[in-house]
């Protein structure tokens, strides 16, 4: 470890242990189950149906369609849920519930097919071609199954690290027609949801709150941000050969309720650019006057960057991201960051009180982003910094860099502080690790993946 170590500043008051995560969590799942009770008891209310296949059917289309809804509040980015989980938290939510919804669907679908050709006396595959032919709604409900079933297709691990974002992203947008004619199934064959007039306005206003919230953090509140604020390229300083810092001014920036951690989508309103939303974290502190961001030239879209003029209009969805001090439990704090993770922890390093330890890991020296600015930041408020070089399996007296005998060596107080970590998958899995082997509580880790957040 290559070891800044300035004068200690003096501690701080414990900050108030407030769990803003386990409160939202908590939220969301009291929500989901509130809603399964309720939807339970109105199909309970309107009777099972024809036989118990038919009953289990509708039964599970109910689940998925409130699963459905669901799914919609979880990437509606809402910012009270946003600064609470954070976006790759609730994707990776609305990933897995995604799943259960495709099985609850094709439930759905089996169930419902078997039985009506049950009461029929017909064979499934008639009774397909009867229904969809002669029910109203029943076609649109087959294509919307057929639209999820490609979106979870192409969702699945094995098939995502083969297909280039902008595919898969195009191809995921077809789940919000899938979701239309989902809806539009449910009002013309639904029957649970008509049999009372309560439970057709319960039903109404479910479907409300979720298409509304998915209205409002996607598209009202983003534009109504960017009219207000009128966002410009000041500047654009290289910092290295491949990383460049973009400075960003604007109208009330003061009202922004951007932090130190978080990130933006951002979209320079150029030819060529305009169409593309590049995640990169805010690399100082917001002032009220200026944001920036600093970002590596991983792809042809962040290389592309060094060449925006001073001017050029910006359009940025956000703020977004948890990697804030909203969740600090403890007056102190150990930050850890890989490669250019270490931009959101620079900004923290500007906002948080305490003592603070940094560590920064790079393959090789002249890879530290910033680090000019961090040594002065450092100094400047008696935080200590360790920049740790070399290759990850590279021996050390304490074992591996990031291991626990090397974190614990460098820290020994660990445990009473907050660690915030933002890297690659790889390395920000293996701190994580650290933390549970040295017995750091769980409350008191906050880590963002570099992916959506660098």
């Known amino acids: 470890m290559t070891t800044q170590l300035p004068a200690p500043a003096a501690r701080t008051a414990r900050p108030p242990a407030v769990r803003p995560k386990a409160v939202a969590r908590a939220g969301l799942c009291a929500v989901l189950v509130a809603n399964v009770a309720v939807v339970t008891a109105l199909f309970l209310q309107a009777g099972p149906g024809v036989n118990a296949l038919i009953a289990t059917g509708r039964l599970t289309g109910l689940y998925a369609a409130l699963l459905m809804a669901f799914q919609l509040l979880l990437v509606a980015r809402l910012p009270w849920l946003d600064r609470r989980l954070g976006m790759d938290r609730l994707t990776s939510w609305h990933r897995w519930t995604g799943f259960s919804l495709l099985w609850l669907l094709l439930t759905h679908f089996v169930f419902i097919l078997f039985g009506y050709a049950q009461v029929g006396e017909l064979s499934p595959v008639d009774e397909l071609v009867l229904v969809t032919t002669t029910v109203e709604g029943v076609l649109r409900a087959v294509v919307a199954l057929v639209l999820i079933a490609v979106v979870g297709g192409v969702s699945a691990r094995f098939a995502r690290r083969r297909m280039a974002y902008e595919t898969w992203h195009f191809i995921h947008l077809y789940t919000y027609l899938a979701v239309v004619l989902a809806f539009s199934h449910q009002v013309a064959v639904g029957t649970t949801f008509t049999a009372s007039p309560s439970a057709t306005a319960y039903w109404w206003g479910l479907w409300g709150v979720a298409l509304g919230s998915v209205v409002l953090g996607r598209l009202v509140l983003p534009l109504w941000r960017n009219l207000r604020h009128r966002l410009r390229v000041s500047a654009v300083v290289p910092e290295s050969d491949d990383v460049v810092s973009i400075h960003i001014t604007g109208r009330d920036l003061d009202k922004l309720p951007a932090r ?14 305009w169409w593309q939303a590049n995640p990169f974290s ?15 030239a991983l792809g042809e879209g962040s290389a592309s960057l060094r060449a925006l003029a001073p001017g050029t209009r910006v359009f940025a969805e956000g703020p977004y991201g948890a990697f804030t001090a909203l969740h600090r439990t403890r007056p102190d704090a150990l930050l850890v960051a890989g490669g250019v993770g270490i931009t959101p922890v620079r900004a923290l390093l500007e906002e948080l009180g305490g003592h603070l330890v940094v560590v920064y890991r790079v393959s090789r020296p002249q890879d530290a982003v910033l680090l000019d600015e961090l ?3 450092a100094r400047a408020r008696g935080a200590v910094l360790h920049v740790v070089t070399g290759p990850s399996n590279a021996p050390t007296p304490y074992g591996p860099p990031l291991g626990p005998g090397a974190i614990g060596s460098a820290v020994p107080d660990v445990r009473d502080r907050d660690v915030f970590v933002c890297g690659p998958p790889g390395m920000t899995g293996a701190v994580l690790r650290t933390m549970r082997e040295l017995g750091v509580p769980k409350r008191q880790v906050h880590a963002e993946r570099f992916s959506l957040a660098g």
């Open 260 to 273: 130190a951690g978080q990130f933006f989508l951002w979209r320079f309103l150029v030819k060529g650019r």
């Open 282 to 296: 805010l690399s100082a502190m917001p002032d009220g006057r200026t944001l920036r961001l600093t970002a590596k």
């Open 375 to 377: 040594r002065g930041l």
